[in-house]
């Protein structure tokens, strides 16, 4: 569970969406092609809205021009050169006194996050659940290649266009860094081969300055990322705009901020803020009634090591032993509505990340015969829809996302579910 969702951060932070290449019969399979073919279709009003645009956390993608530290907006990276394998390139090395690479965070930061890797892979069961299937499997070993040579990463996000990733670790056989050079990013190694930052050049110089000064205490973000890095493996931190999240289960979220720890004692500690006591009251009211539903569903109480303290408008949480962090009770946890409006809470205001999430347990509740409006019913809109033109029986493939984790396509013919969620 833990690293699922920091996984998942670091994709979204890399992402950028190719689009088709509307020639040929892809011209007629990809619903995405429909303006090429009609601009003023229905079909068309659906791809402009973003309906058919594909979401997938799971892969990595080219990177947008303004991760290169020489492309500029009017100089597109070539995104042909993803194909090729990187050339040799100059590294760029900025000296660094310290250790202190929490200086880097920007003061007014809406996002934080810190990971340890230690763990991360060392079971082959988080890695396939992580990185999904074999499919894709060149990319899949480059970025487990990289990880690899990470001991820690850092990320700090204060709106778009002002991203920047830190990461510490043995970086000399150039695995990652030879990664980001064949998508047009340079990053910038600090000190020597064993920290590198990566991130939009104006952040990369504004970060830079912040490193050669003594920290500051800045917003609430970045001072309780400071404190929670104090004794917690891995944290997220997050200060959302003042009116997301409008639709989620959880109104009124101000800030948040969770941390795990690893070392015994282990146990997750964190705090939502809400902005009325009585949206806090809520939220505690919402914890128990999931608590209650996952139980009946499962016949186990997998969250009941969940605590939940309200003080006015502050909810506190913990969970002291392991039932949440590893194992069959993390899982069910997060494929329940829990994971979703967790994933709205860190992901929902984060470019690139997909807006909209179902919990997998519903998703696998979609079964063969179920027709549309039932499974509309059930999940909501899809994320996205593809569509063949031209079979006597049309027929859609609905993809859905599921919170920090894959996408799963249903299959209907005809209006009529034909194929489960895979």
């Known amino acids: 569970m833990r690293y699922r969702i920091l996984i998942t951060l670091f994709g979204a932070s890399l992402a950028a969406w190719s689009q088709p290449n509307c020639t040929g019969i892809t011209l007629d399979v990809d619903a995405r092609c429909a303006c090429v073919k009609d601009p003023n279709s229905q079909a068309c009003g659906l791809v402009k809205a ?6 997938d956390m799971t892969k990595m993608k080219p990177l947008t021009p303004g991760w290169t530290g020489t492309a500029s907006p009017t100089q597109p990276t070539n995104r042909t050169a993803t194909a090729a394998p990187a050339r040799a390139q100059q ?29 991360i892979l060392q079971s082959p069961e988080l890695v396939s659940a992580v990185f999904g299937p074999a499919d894709g499997e060149d990319d899949r070993n480059k970025m487990l290649g990289a990880l690899k040579e990470m001991d820690h990463l850092w ?51 504004a970060a830079l300055g912040r490193l050669a000064k003594p920290a500051t205490g800045g917003g609430w973000v970045a001072r309780r990322a400071r404190e929670l890095s104090k004794d917690h493996e891995t944290w997220i931190v997050t200060e959302p705009p003042a009116g997301a999240h409008q639709a989620s289960a959880l109104p009124g979220i101000r800030q948040f901020a969770m941390g795990v720890r690893l070392a015994a004692p282990a146990g997750i500690d964190g705090e939502v803020v809400a902005d009325s006591e009585g949206n806090a009251e809520k939220m505690a009211a919402w914890v128990d009634r999931v608590k209650s539903a996952v139980r009946e569903k499962t016949g186990v109480g997998v969250l009941d090591a969940l605590a939940i303290e309200r003080t006015g408008t502050t909810l506190k949480f913990t969970a002291k032993d392991e039932t949440l962090l590893a194992g069959e009770a993390g899982k069910k946890a997060m494929k329940s509505d829990l994971g979703v409006e967790l994933y709205g809470i860190i992901m929902g205001d984060f470019p690139g990340a997909p807006a909209r999430t179902v919990a997998e347990d519903k998703l696998m509740a979609v079964k063969v015969g179920m027709n549309r409006e039932e499974v509309l019913s059930l999940l909501g809109t899809p994320l996205s829809v593809s569509s063949i033109q031209g079979l006597d029986t049309p027929r859609e493939t609905w993809t859905y996302q599921i919170p920090f984790g894959k996408q799963l396509s249903v299959r209907l013919d005809g209006g009529v579910v034909t194929s489960a969620p895979r």
Do not use: C, W
């Open 50 to 55: 973003g309906l058919y645009e594909p979401h």
């Open 91 to 119: 590294a760029r090395v900025v000296p660094l006194t310290h250790k202190d690479y929490l200086r880097f965070l920007q003061p007014n930061a809406q996002l934080a996050v810190g990971i340890d890797f230690g763990k």
């Open 155 to 205: 990320l700090s996000f204060a709106g778009l266009g002002d991203l920047v990733i830190v990461m510490t670790g043995k970086f000399e056989q150039g695995v990652a860094a030879r990664m980001f050079y064949s998508q047009g990013i340079q990053p910038v190694f600090l000190g020597d081969a064993h920290a590198m930052m990566i991130g939009p050049e104006p952040s990369i110089q």
